[in-house]
């Protein structure tokens, strides 16, 4: 009889978008050396990056902007809409605002540059497959900054991400709900979260859970985009 010590642990199935080999074949060696990660599937293209999830159903896209045939925004917002349950890492070397914008409202649930350190890769990952989003306080201004640029053009464009451009208008918060909300808008992890405010991470969980049911949003990057831009309204 295996005892619970001995029980495997939850494999992280990941499909690699990338169209440079070299690359792709790292990071598939990479994330083939750690016990709960298996590398299912590898594309060159946004066309097959799409495919190969929609076959494969992952848990987990590391996703690649500039790719050829179909470009890696696009490939996100196709898979993030047909699998809600597939999270997409946007691994890339591009951190100029527009792209960053447009990879976040395209349903990207993280975002790293390629020279983050593995462990930063590898975390990252985990914290998907939790169901925990990852957007950097660097990644967030860049995103902040888009909206307001939007906002003072008066561009508007009718999509399920754009619930981040608009004020909050939903149940208001409780006092630990609001400071959670605004650890998340700072970056923080579900166990940071709970270090921080002296709760468990399984309480912190439970409090993510019920923010985003208050205020209408599907992720954790949607939950730091409204909470930035209702601070944004209030400081005018």
Do not use: W
Request: with cysteine.
């Amino acid at each position: 009889m295996t005892s619970p010590a001995e029980d495997p642990l939850p494999v992280i199935r990941i499909v690699i978008a990338e169209d440079q080999p070299l690359v792709r074949r790292g990071a598939a060696l990479l994330l083939s050396m750690e016990p709960d990660m298996e590398v299912v599937g590898q594309a060159c293209n946004g066309v097959e990056a799409v495919e190969l999830t929609q076959l494969l159903h992952p848990d987990v896209v590391l996703m690649d902007l500039h790719m050829p045939v179909k470009g890696g925004v696009v490939a996100t917002r196709e898979i993030t809409r047909a699998l809600p349950h597939t999270q997409v890492l946007v691994l890339t070397t591009l951190d100029d605002d527009e792209t960053v914008f447009e990879a976040v409202r395209a349903g990207a649930h993280a975002y790293l540059l390629k020279d983050a350190a593995e462990n930063e890769l590898l975390e990252t990952i985990r914290a998907l497959k939790r169901g925990e989003s990852r957007l950097t306080p660097q990644i967030a201004r860049k995103v902040m900054d888009q909206f307001r640029r939007l906002a003072q053009t008066g561009q508007t464009e009718a999509s399920p991400a754009d619930r981040a451009t608009a004020p909050l208008a939903a149940e208001a918060l409780n006092e630990k709900e609001a400071k959670v909300l605004e650890l998340i808008a700072e970056g923080m992890s579900n166990r940071q979260i709970g270090g921080a405010l002296f709760l468990a991470e399984g309480t912190v969980k439970n409090y993510v859970s019920r923010i985003m049911e208050k205020l209408h949003a599907n992720t954790r990057t949607e939950l730091a985009l409204l909470s930035q831009r209702q601070r944004h309204a209030e400081q005018k």
